[in-house]
C-alpha cells in the first residue's frame, strides 16, 4: 500500500461576471488581483479544472494523476473507478447568477451525450441581510406558463425566491431551477460535471440554453425548500446529517473538543472547514486546518482525530450512504 496521508488541494479560483473578492475577507484566500472571483474549486478533477496537490510527498501532482496511482485506497469502493468523484466549490454571489439547471444521469443519456448529471448542495457560509436565491416555481405555476416563459424570456418572474441565512442547507437536485442571489456565499458539494444550462441571465448577453432547459426543467414548487439538519449532541459537540442521496452525503460537526473517527474503507471523505481552526492528526503526521481549508480524507487512511483549537465547524462529504463520523 502507497503512504497515504490528508491530501490538501490549491484551489482553483474562476472569474465570473457575478463573482466578487468576498473568499478573501471570508477565508483569506489569495485571490488574483483585480478581477471579480466567482468560484475557489477547492476540490476537482475535471477537464475544465484538475486539482494539485499542495502538502506532502504528492506535492505538484495533479489530482487526476493521484486518483489514477491510488485508485480504491483514495476514493474507496462505493464510486466509479476512473476520476474523483467530488468537485467540492467555495462560491462568491456578487451579483445574481443566471437562472439555471443541471440534467439528470437519464437526461445525459437520453439526450446529451458526452454530459455528466449535476446533483449538488448548498451550506450557505455568508448572507447580506435580506438576501435570497431563487429556488423552484411559486406555488401555482403550471407547465403551459413555464413554456411561455421560455418564449418571451419571462421566467424570472415565476421563480420563487427564498431568504436565506449563513448555516441554511439547500439540496439543487437535476432538474430544480434555481439561482443564488447577490450577497450570497456557499459551500457546494456535488456530481464532478461542471454541466449547466442557462435559462435566463439578466440581459449579460452570456448564451442561454432554451432547448435543452424544455428537456430538463421539472415544474416543481417544494414544500420546504430548506434541508432540515438530523442531528444530535455528543461528548464533544453535535453532529448533524445534512444530505444523504446516491450521489454524496453530506455531514456537519461542530466540535468543542477533541473528536476521532474511523475512515469507512468505503468512500473518500472531502472535509471543509467553515469556521475555528482545529490540529487533524493520523497515523505518522499532524495538519494544521483554518477556516477555508479543505482537506481529502483517504478510504484507507485509518483512524484521524480532530483537537479543534476552540469551537470548530466542517462540513464533511463522501458517498451515499456510508456514514463518514460516528
Sequence with gaps: MSELYPL???????????GGRRLARLYDKPLPANLPIGESWEVADLPEGASRIANGSLEGQSLTDVVATLGAELIGTAWPAGRFPLLVKLLDANDDLS????????????????????????????????????????????????????????????????????????RVAP?????????????????????????????????VH?????????????????????GFETDWGVWELLVDVPAYRLERIAAESDLGWDIDERSV?????????????????????????????PARL????????????????????VRLVD
Aim: charged share 20%.
Design 8 to 18: 490538501l488541494c490549491r484551489p482553483i479560483y474562476k472569474e465570473r461576471v457575478w
Design 99 to 170: 437562472v439555471q439547471v443541471h440534467p439528470s444521469a437519464d437526461d445525459c443519456d437520453k439526450w446529451f451525450a458526452g454530459c455528466h448529471s449535476k446533483d449538488e448542495s448548498w451550506v450557505v457560509v455568508d448572507a447580506a441581510p435580506g438576501a435570497v436565491v431563487q429556488f423552484g416555481f411559486k406555488p401555482g405555476v403550471t407547465q403551459a406558463q413555464f413554456e411561455r416563459s421560455l418564449d418571451d424570456d419571462s421566467i424570472a418572474g415565476l421563480l420563487a425566491p427564498l431568504a436565506v441565512h449563513a448555516g441554511d442547507v439547500l
Design 175 to 207: 432538474g430544480m431551477v434555481h439561482a443564488l442571489g447577490r450577497g450570497v456565499a456557499v459551500l457546494e458539494v456535488q456530481e464532478p460535471s461542471d454541466t449547466t444550462f442557462r435559462i435566463h441571465d439578466y440581459g449579460r448577453g452570456r448564451q
Design 210 to 230: 432554451i432547448d435543452e432547459a424544455r428537456r430538463v426543467v421539472q415544474v416543481v414548487s417544494p414544500a420546504e425548500p430548506l434541508v432540515q439538519p438530523v
Design 269 to 297: 471523505q472531502v472535509m471543509t472547514v467553515l469556521e475555528g481552526s482545529g490540529l487533524l492528526n493520523w497515523e505518522g503526521g499532524r495538519l494544521r486546518l483554518d477556516p477555508g481549508d479543505t482537506v481529502l480524507l
Design 302 to 321: 485509518g483512524r484521524v482525530e480532530m483537537e479543534p483549537l476552540g469551537a470548530l465547524v466542517a462540513v464533511l462529504a463522501g458517498a451515499g450512504g
